[in-house]
């Protein structure tokens, strides 16, 4: 060949292959690894809601004045969103092969999340990912893929 040329010799194809080999294994079931990030972003999740702040780091809103008067009447915690701490206990998480799931069956746990005009209740994000969350998820794939859980 005349002229400028670049040339590329592969050496250790086999160990190659058998890298790549095990990365298609460990990628094929990720449940492994599914269950720790749920089991992280469980405890995560519970510590940002005694923390009162969302997974962006933001305070949440203060009860309202009649919030914190009917809690008083009722005998509920005076924390955000953990009046019995019902909602922080009914927290869970579920996986399929290629997904988990973080949340809590309580339809009331829509309107502190997303917040409902008509009732007053100000949005309080308590599901999420904080970077913390996706710096941990992403070590726990990478651990999983690389060395397996």
């Known amino acids: 060949m005349a ?7 592969v050496r250790g194809q086999k160990q190659i292959s058998q890298a790549l080999n095990r990365l298609l294994k460990q990628g094929s079931d990720l449940k492994p690894a599914l269950t720790v990030i749920g089991e992280h972003l469980l405890e995560s999740t519970q510590e940002r809601m005694k923390q009162e702040q969302a997974p962006d780091g933001t305070t949440w ?10 809690k008083d009447l009722t005998g ?3 924390s955000i969103l953990r009046g019995y701490g019902t909602l ?4 869970n998480y579920q996986i399929g092969a290629n997904q988990m799931m973080l949340g809590t069956p309580l339809e009331y746990g829509a309107s502190h999340q997303f917040g409902r005009d008509e009732a007053n209740i100000p949005a ?3 599901l999420g990912f904080s970077e913390n ?3 941990e998820i992403l070590d726990i ?6 060395d397996g859980v």
């Open 3 to 9: 002229g400028s040329f670049i040339s590329v010799d």
């Open 61 to 70: 809103d203060p009860l309202s004045i009649n919030t914190i008067l009917n």
């Open 76 to 78: 509920q915690s005076d």
């Open 88 to 91: 922080a206990d009914t927290l």
């Open 124 to 126: 309080r994000p308590f």
């Open 133 to 135: 969350d996706e710096s």
């Open 141 to 146: 794939l990478r651990d999983h893929l690389i």
